[in-house]
């Protein structure tokens, strides 16, 4: 299946790098570019793209607010939308993921990561820059003591208790299921489950309930880390 791509930047040098690098996988297919974020909505309403790349400074509307009305809460049909930007500050990176994002990348990841970050997204998954999610991780394992964590809308399985600390890690599902000995199909089983349980709408919103709750500080040993 040919992923279909809406990009959106206000530098045409970057739209069309961004294009060629997009438009030389076999499964990817670039199918419209805007250049500030209020043409970005319009296009992404009316072509439907399977995935949204958006800068984040553009002008009139930026690549956040674009995300909060595309991807944010309350948003019936959410659209996967993977921001990329020059800026690897941790204040955008907490902003795109609350407005609805599903990855995070800076303009120099590379063709291979942007091209796994747009599969991720398509697939319901999300990937953030290896680098960002390091900080990311390490800001929510440094937290002070939460309160007792929220139950779940039901209670998780043990095999549920394992992927849900790997996914908090910042672990991929092929990794997942690399270090647990199970399938890939299974692994996704258990990701959507605890979306459910948690009232997550992707993995790094698992992550961040996992990390911002204690929950990965007051996790049982023997989960099979």
Same mark, same amino acid.
């Given at each position: ?87 690897? +500050? ?14 995070? +990348? ?87 489950? +605890?979306?459910?349980? +948690? ?27």
């Amino acid at each position: 299946m040919t992923i279909r791509v809406l990009i959106a930047d206000d530098q045409e040098l970057v739209r069309t790098g961004l294009g060629l690098l997009l438009g030389a996988q076999p499964d990817i297919e670039v199918v419209g570019q805007a250049v500030d974020g209020n043409e970005a909505v319009a296009l992404a309403r009316s072509l439907r793209p399977d995935v949204c790349l958006f800068d984040i400074r553009m002008p009139g509307l930026d690549g956040i607010e674009a995300t909060r009305v595309l991807a944010g809460p309350g948003v019936d049909d959410p659209m996967a939308i993977v921001i990329i930007t020059t800026f690897d +500050l941790d204040e955008y990176v907490f902003a795109a993921l609350r407005a609805g994002a599903k990855g995070f +990348l800076l303009k120099d990841a590379g063709s291979e990561l942007l091209a796994q970050a747009i599969r991720a997204a398509a697939s319901g998954d999300a990937l953030i820059a290896p680098n960002v999610t390091v900080r990311l991780l390490e800001a929510f394992a440094g937290a002070a003591p939460a309160a007792p964590p929220p139950q779940p809308v039901d209670p998780l399985t043990e095999r549920e208790e394992q992927v849900l600390a790997k996914v908090a890690l910042g672990l991929s599902n092929s990794e997942i299921a690399s270090e647990l000995y199970i399938t890939l199909s299974t692994v996704k089983t258990h990701v959507a489950s +605890l979306m459910t349980k +948690l009232g997550a709408r992707n993995r790094v919103e698992i992550a961040i309930w996992a990390h911002q709750t204690g929950w990965m500080r007051a996790r049982p040993t023997g989960d099979g880390d």
